[in-house]
């Protein structure tokens, strides 16, 4: 035991590793600081009248917190009275604690929130920002993974602090809407046979099949089944002149989609460069629904620190201002992300990023830095955040994530 700090006192002893990384995992699901935890659980099992049964303390390593002041030596004596080793005693405070303090359940929300990641400029990084918040919605709530501090995520050029947090757990279908299916082949997958089924038969009413049984899963341990793709097709070429001939077209994407949406908790849209009738599809397909809180379903826009990024980004956002009015619907921006960026580029880049700052509405979200781990995991066709799970850009990619949670 050490000097105390306040109204509390440091002490050392042993814990098993089974318990050790529960016991982090939880309190940070709970919001709760790990000596409340084990200040709560030796409570809870100093009032018990009988002792648990034996955990197996063996391997336990050296574990250290701060407890109330004359808690500790509370708690030897009453362990020396029950003929109990400290190490024990404690290894089933800290079990008692975990069986009275489940962890949160996931909420499901009544529709699935669709998350809609667009620019009709190719080449600003869709792909990458779409598949990163899809693989960090999908990550084990039953461990901790390192994500940016949100405050820091618009302040390029510093060394990035984070923090670990319980993954998020969600049921993720990303959609690969762009014909040239990046997001399909990055991913390892093959883009779906031109003559098959696929998204845009469906979207044209031509379809006969399940569009679920298009559907592969996305494999990882981190994600646990609960990431899934609909893969491209390059069919999707011609999608435009298969609406023309649709009815409501713009709800198109909505129908094909409707029967996979009780399955899943989140739909990400990977979008194609286009300002076709195909993008007035996606772009209505995530407009707020009855029921919907704002902010958690609409269009995300991925740009780059350069000018025809700006030019881009003013044709789009005309096209979704114009649906918005022509449709009468409640649309929500879910914000701006400055995607590969990088400093030494000099004034563009810089002088960029500030006019970006400056817009407000929508904010930006997030700037992502050009980083090689993003490129090696496409090379190798792995996700990211599977791939390299504590690199900076897994970091960014989890605090976006959470931001538009």
Same mark, same amino acid.
């Given at each position: 035991?050490?000097?105390?700090?306040?109204?509390?006192?440091?002490?050392?002893?042993?814990?098993?590793?089974?318990?050790?990384?529960? @016991?982090?995992?939880?309190?940070?699901?709970?919001?709760?600081? +790990?000596?409340?935890?084990?200040?709560?659980?030796?409570?809870?099992?100093?009032? #018990?009248?009988?002792?648990?049964?034996?955990?197996?303390?063996?391997?336990?390593?050296?574990?250290?917190?701060?407890?109330?002041?004359?808690?500790?030596?509370?708690?030897?004596?009453?362990? =020396?009275?029950?003929?109990?080793?400290?190490?024990?005693? $404690?290894?089933?405070?800290?079990?008692?604690? #975990?069986?009275?303090?489940?962890?949160?359940?996931?909420?499901?929300?009544?529709?699935?929130?669709?998350?809609?990641? !667009?620019?009709?400029?190719?080449?600003?990084?869709?792909?990458?920002?779409?598949?990163?918040?899809? /693989?960090?919605?999908?990550?084990?709530?039953?461990?901790?993974?390192?994500?940016?501090?949100?405050?820091?995520?618009?302040?390029?050029?510093?060394?990035?602090?984070?923090?670990?947090?319980?993954?998020?757990?969600?049921?993720?279908?990303?959609?690969?809407?762009?014909? /040239?299916?990046? @997001?399909?082949?990055?991913?390892?997958?093959?883009?779906? *046979?031109?003559?098959?089924?696929?998204?845009?038969?469906?979207?044209?009413?031509? =379809?006969?099949? %399940?569009?679920?049984?298009?559907?592969?899963?996305?494999?990882?341990?981190?994600?646990?089944?609960?990431?899934?793709?609909?893969?491209? !097709? &390059?069919?999707?070429?011609? $999608?435009?002149?298969?609406? =023309?001939?649709?009815?409501?077209?713009?709800?198109?994407?909505?129908?094909?989609?409707?029967?996979? %949406?009780?399955?899943?908790?989140?739909?990400? +849209?990977?979008?194609?460069?286009?300002?076709?009738?195909?993008?007035?599809?996606?772009?209505?397909?995530?407009?707020?629904?009855?029921?919907?809180?704002?902010?958690?379903?609409?269009?995300?826009?991925?740009?780059?620190? %350069?000018?025809? =990024?700006?030019?881009?980004?003013?044709?789009?956002?005309? /096209?979704?201002?114009?649906?918005?009015?022509?449709?009468?619907?409640?649309?929500?921006?879910?914000?701006?992300?400055?995607?590969?960026?990088?400093?030494?580029?000099?004034?563009?880049?810089?002088?960029?990023?500030? &006019?970006?700052?400056?817009?407000?509405?929508?904010?930006?979200?997030?700037?992502? *830095?050009?980083?090689?781990?993003?490129?090696?995991?496409?090379?190798?066709?792995? *996700?990211?955040?599977?791939?390299?799970?504590? !690199?900076?850009?897994?970091?960014?990619?989890?605090?976006?994530?959470?931001?538009?949670?």
């Amino acid at each position: 035991m050490t000097s105390p700090q306040g109204d509390r006192e440091k002490v050392v002893s042993k814990l098993p590793a089974a318990l050790r990384q529960p @016991l982090k995992v939880r309190t940070a699901q709970l919001g709760i600081d +790990i000596q409340d935890a084990v200040t709560e659980g030796i409570s809870a099992w100093r009032s #018990l009248g009988a002792n648990r049964a034996a955990i197996d303390t063996g391997g336990a390593e050296s574990f250290s917190t701060w407890l109330p002041a004359g808690q500790w030596e509370a708690f030897r004596a009453d362990a =020396s009275a029950r003929g109990v080793s400290l190490i024990q005693g $404690l290894a089933q405070s800290v079990q008692l604690w #975990l069986d009275t303090n489940p962890a949160p359940t996931v909420e499901r929300p009544k529709h699935p929130e669709r998350k809609v990641m !667009c620019n009709q400029k190719g080449g600003v990084g869709k792909t990458t920002v779409a598949a990163g918040i899809g /693989q960090a919605y999908a990550e084990d709530p039953e461990q901790l993974h390192t994500v940016r501090v949100a405050k820091q995520m618009t302040e390029p050029g510093i060394d990035p602090k984070t923090e670990e947090l319980p993954g998020l757990g969600r049921r993720v279908l990303l959609v690969d809407f762009d014909p /040239q299916g990046h @997001l399909t082949k990055q991913l390892g997958h093959d883009v779906l *046979p031109h003559g098959g089924d696929s998204l845009a038969s469906h979207m044209s009413g031509e =379809s006969k099949a %399940e569009i679920r049984d298009l559907i592969v899963p996305i494999e990882g341990e981190r994600f646990g089944g609960r990431l899934h793709l609909l893969p491209a !097709c &390059n069919d999707a070429f011609l $999608l435009d002149v298969l609406l =023309s001939k649709v009815r409501a077209r713009e709800a198109a994407l909505e129908r094909a989609l409707a029967p996979l %949406e009780p399955d899943y908790d989140a739909i990400v +849209i990977d979008c194609p460069p286009s300002l076709g009738m195909s993008m007035d599809a996606a772009v209505y397909y995530g407009r707020r629904r009855d029921g919907d809180a704002p902010g958690k379903s609409g269009v995300g826009i991925i740009v780059q620190a %350069e000018d025809s =990024s700006a030019d881009a980004y003013n044709l789009l956002v005309a /096209q979704i201002e114009d649906l918005r009015s022509d449709m009468r619907i409640e649309l929500d921006y879910l914000g701006l992300v400055v995607n590969l960026y990088d400093g030494r580029r000099g004034f563009i880049a810089t002088s960029s990023l500030e &006019n970006w700052k400056a817009i407000k509405d929508p904010r930006v979200l997030g700037v992502i *830095p050009d980083r090689r781990d993003q490129r090696e995991a496409v090379r190798v066709k792995q *996700p990211l955040l599977d791939y390299a799970p504590a !690199c900076e850009q897994a970091a960014n990619m989890r605090a976006i994530a959470r931001e538009i949670a």
